[in-house]
């Protein structure tokens, strides 16, 4: 696509729920990244794929949070047994892994604001 | 912990003059630095990269790089009221994977016309 699309814009969930959150980075874009930013706040590394193998998952705070990028394209985050302190937004980002510009040249999706009650 | 410092602000800075954006970072190996722009409600967006010492411009934007110091910095010159925004300092510690940055919590600048 023209851009990176994330699924959905906002999910309010109980605590407890599990969510499953989705990026379709734009196409081509062999490097994906999760970052998650909460309010006044920079983007914090989650975690990030390159093509289909998932390259770095030191920023996942701890083993509720799993990311999967199965065929190298459409990216899931899936949070289980949300808590409160989840609550946040959500942010992927896609490059093309070409180049230094490549590499950080990312481009946002416009998130996902997830909402643990 | 690896750290990456900024003055939260607000700066406000009038029209046409030349906003100063300060980052400070804690891994002094850290080789990559970035600036990213993030409107009200938005996402960032990468304006500058720099790798190496010294200033690097892109038309208004100019960065500037000292590792000795491990500061990074971002001017603005002739500022609009489209500047107005949330600039953001990344930088890519030594021993991080490509994709692992480490933000601030942002510069809120405010161009008055």
């Known amino acids: 696509g023209a851009g990176v699309s994330q699924s959905p814009r906002y999910k309010v969930t109980k605590r407890g729920q599990d969510v499953a959150l989705r990026c379709d980075p734009i196409s081509g874009h062999v490097s994906l990244y999760w970052y998650r930013q909460a309010l006044g706040q920079g983007p914090e590394f989650l975690t990030y794929?390159?093509?289909?193998?998932?390259?770095?998952k030191s920023g996942l705070p701890n083993d509720r949070f799993s990311a999967e990028r199965p065929e190298g394209s459409i990216s899931t985050l899936t949070i289980q047994r949300t808590e409160q302190r989840d609550s946040a937004m959500y942010r992927c980002?896609?490059?093309?892994?070409?180049?230094?510009?490549?590499?950080?040249?990312?481009?946002f999706g416009s998130g996902t604001r997830l909402t643990v009650v | 912990q690896k750290e990456v410092e900024q003055n939260s602000g607000p700066l406000s800075v009038p029209e046409g003059a030349i906003a100063s954006l300060n980052c400070t970072y804690s891994d002094r190996g850290s080789q990559s630095f970035f600036w990213y722009r993030q409107y009200s409600g938005k996402s960032p967006e990468l304006i500058m990269s720099i790798y190496s010492n010294g200033d690097k411009e892109d038309g208004r934007f100019t960065a500037q790089l000292n590792k000795a110091s491990q500061y990074v910095s971002l001017l603005i010159r002739d500022s609009q009221p489209s500047d107005s925004a949330t600039y953001l300092c990344?930088?890519?510690?030594?021993?991080?994977?490509?994709?692992?940055?480490?933000f601030g919590k942002g510069t809120k600048l405010s161009v008055k016309p």
């Open positions: 794929f390159n093509y289909e193998a998932q390259q770095d």
């Open positions: 980002a896609s490059s093309s892994g070409q180049g230094t510009r490549g590499f950080y040249g990312y481009t």
């Open positions: 990344a930088v890519n510690p030594l021993g991080g994977s490509q994709g692992n940055l480490i």
